[in-house]
Nanobody
């Protein structure tokens, strides 16, 4: 079954750090842009960061300098290192794999990140 599985979410105090992981099969990762999105209560899902097959990265302005996306193709895993977390980072974080040529747009089930004292 083709799927993405996220892990690493949890409760953290403001200023703390978390690392999210997303594991998938090789068939998903090969040639796909891997992204992390998030959805806070009452808000639309937004793109947080993405990593293209060519190695280019993108970050939404609110996380620049605090979050880092990386991928390990050998492990079919994409990571999101989140530092200096703020309460406004609280959301469900979703992993996404997108490959236009293969008509692939796959989502994980999400992992909850709560930043609170």
């Amino acid at each position: 079954q083709v799927q993405l599985v996220e892990s690493g979410g949890g409760l953290v105090q403001p200023g703390g750090s978390l690392r999210l992981s997303c594991v998938g099969s090789e068939s998903i990762f090969s040639g796909s842009t891997m992204g992390w999105h998030r959805q806070a209560p009452g808000k639309q899902r937004e793109l947080v960061a993405r990593f293209t097959p060519s190695g280019k990265t993108y970050y939404t302005d609110s996380v620049k300098g605090r979050f880092t996306i990386s991928r390990d193709n050998a492990k079919n895993t994409v990571y999101l290192q989140m530092n200096s977390l703020k309460s406004e980072d609280t959301a469900v974080y979703y992993c996404n794999a997108r490959n236009v040529l293969r008509n692939l747009d796959l989502w994980g089930r999400g992992t909850q990140v709560t930043v609170s004292s």
